[in-house]
């Protein structure tokens, strides 16, 4: 299938075989800034594709917008289109006290309640990331002597959703973080064989938001700046990556 994606306007050749996929519009810019030759392909619906080069490779950005539904959608659609490897750069936060803003967390699996992935596969299929792109990204942090945390990351569906039991039952399973799309990714990008790694960066700590008996989650963190500087350092570790995998034949 190389005709004319339907939702995110592209078709085969407009996309490198290694296409970053975050959910913000706002983040894909700063993911071209660090590529060289990027051209604009196309924008629909907020999904919004760039393509361009990172020292000779060939590298695509394309947002996904929030949640399971829509990302599934753009996830599908770049895989019609040829993309190989999928990696996703998001915001995270934090189920465990020591996961705190601006912290960048690499999972190596995830619990699965993105609310599409349920529609391709049963329940006990897991959510895991492809070994070379989870290596490759920790590889390139370990590199810059960047710490990071890894271990199961949960994806669910419902933001505002305010019960703090909602948050704590995953928190003493030992789980370290929650978004919303990385789960679906790995399940999608498993089935059509192609590989997935998810790198995020921490803007919440839910653990000790949710420990009270009221559950604000519309507090902005003051840390605005070290967040920042977070997204700047994944998106680097994320590039330097993807040099790795096109240098180890890994693409
Ligand atoms: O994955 C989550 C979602 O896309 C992270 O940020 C958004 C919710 O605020």
Not at 9 to 35: H, N, S, Y
Not at 84 to 102: F, H, P, T
Not at 151 to 158: A, F, K
Not at 180 to 185: G, H, V
Request: charged share 25%; glycine share 8%; hydrophobic share 35%.
């Amino acid at each position: 299938e190389d005709k004319l994606q339907y939702h995110i306007e592209c078709q085969a050749g407009d996309i490198a075989p290694v296409v970053i996929v975050p959910g913000d519009q706002g983040r894909v810019e700063k993911i071209v800034a660090g590529l060289s030759d990027a051209r604009k392909m196309a924008e629909n619906r907020g999904l919004i594709t760039y393509t361009g080069k990172y020292k000779g490779h060939p590298v695509s950005v394309t947002s996904t917008g929030m949640g399971g539904p829509s990302a599934s959608i753009v996830y599908e659609e770049l895989i019609n289109i040829g993309a190989k490897v999928l990696i996703r750069i998001g915001s995270v936060a934090g189920l465990q006290d020591y996961v705190n803003e601006g912290d960048i967390v690499v999972p190596y699996g995830c619990v699965r309640d993105d609310g599409a992935s349920n529609y391709y596969v049963p329940a006990n299929f897991p959510a895991v990331p492809s070994p070379d792109v989870y290596s490759s990204l920790t590889a390139s942090a370990r590199e810059r002597k960047r710490k990071i945390v890894t271990g199961i990351n949960w994806t669910h569906s419902c933001f505002y959703k305010r019960d703090p039991e909602y948050f704590q039952s995953w928190s003493r399973r030992r789980v370290v973080s929650l978004e919303m799309e990385a789960s679906a990714l790995f399940v999608i990008s498993y089935l059509r064989n192609v590989k997935a790694g998810f790198i995020g960066i921490c803007y919440a700590n839910r653990y000790r938001q949710s420990a009270g008996p009221k559950v604000d989650l519309s507090v902005k963190s003051p840390k605005r700046d070290v967040i920042e500087n977070s997204v700047q350092e994944a998106i680097e570790i994320t590039l330097t990556a993807i040099k790795k995998l096109y240098d180890g034949d890994l693409v």
